[in-house]
């Protein structure tokens, strides 16, 4: 009899001190919204490492985790109710601490006791809990040393246009490229008319 095939983990590498891992989630089922390949998230951050959403991998994804292991992490973050996922495996094999929601739906609760975050608190490696604007109880991720925001899920990307999960304009708009718009052109300090009054304030 033949084993059943594991589901394969991808690594990717973001920045230094951040890599995500990608694999197909357990649950998913064809029309619920959402793609079958999902992400987590590690980052390291001030001697701290942090698992983000994590989901994890079969034993048997031996790459997945000798990485893990080699930087064992300290604190495990739920980042909106329904993103539960593996807190608890997490928690529980690295004795990290956990963070999450005040609120999670009654059929998927943890049973590791997390501390609530909320827009403002500030976690472990000095990430940030922002407001993400939808009223969802998703809660991003400022991670200072990268300068980088982290979602759960408000941020998608179907067919490879940037989105707003679940929100009045989903259907219809999209997010541009990120890019900066071009500067204007320099002009040298004499070509500005003189003005009367004080300086304006610099910020």
Same mark, same amino acid.
């Given at each position: ?6 589901? @394969? !983990? =991808? ?12 694999? =197909? ?24 490492? &942090? ?7 079969? @034993? ?15 604190a495990?973050?739920? &980042? ?10 997490f928690?529980?094999r ?12 009654r ?20 990430? !940030? ?31 490879? =246009? &940037? ?8 259907k ?5 490229r ?7 052109? !320099? ?17």
């Open positions: 009899m033949k084993a059943a095939p594991q589901p @394969e !983990v =991808e690594l990717r590498d973001v920045a230094p001190g951040l890599w995500i891992w990608r694999l =197909e989630h357990p649950h998913w089922k064809p029309g619920q919204g959402w793609e079958p390949i999902v992400g987590c998230t590690c980052v390291e951050s001030r001697g701290e490492t &942090l698992v983000l959403d994590p989901l994890a991998p079969p @034993e048997g994804a031996a790459e997945f985790w000798k990485r893990l292991d080699a930087r064992p992490p300290t495990v973050v739920v &980042l909106k109710p329904d993103h539960v996922r593996d807190v608890d495996l928690a529980r690295y004795n990290a601490r956990a963070f999450g929601p005040r609120l999670f739906f059929e998927d609760i943890p049973k590791t006791d997390p501390q609530f975050i909320e827009p403002g608190s500030q976690l472990p490696g000095g990430l !940030v809990a922002l407001y993400d604007g939808r009223g969802r109880n998703e809660t991003p991720l400022w991670l200072p040393e990268q300068r980088t925001i982290i979602f759960a899920d408000a941020l998608t990307a179907p067919g490879g =246009e &940037l989105r707003v999960w679940a929100s009045p304009a989903h219809e708009r999209a997010f541009a990120a890019a900066r718009p071009p500067r204007p052109p !320099v002009r040298a300090r004499h070509r500005f008319p003189r003005r009367a009054g004080p300086h304006p304030r610099r910020l």
